[in-house]
């Protein structure tokens, strides 16, 4: 395996990004489910990462936001 590049970096970034909105918006396919997964396990930083931006405080954050309300 060769090294990833900064722009490979990114985009996985973005990615898992995008892959976590829609687990929060309950609209993930199957396959973006398993691939959602499979990067979860890559690293435990991918598992903190899932679990900080999936908690209850974000949620909320995340519902304020989108509501308008400040906290």
Same mark, same amino acid.
């Given at each position: ?14 990615? /898992? ?16 489910? /398993? ?37």
């Amino acid at each position: 395996m060769h090294p990833q590049t900064k722009k490979e970096i990114e985009e996985k970034a973005a990615r /898992a990004a995008y892959l976590i909105f829609k687990y929060l918006n309950n609209t993930l396919e199957e396959a973006e489910d /398993a691939e959602l997964a499979a990067w979860m396990v890559e690293n435990e930083q991918n598992w903190k990462l899932f679990e900080e931006f999936t908690g209850e405080k974000f949620k909320r954050k995340l519902a304020d936001l989108k509501s308008g309300t400040k906290n």
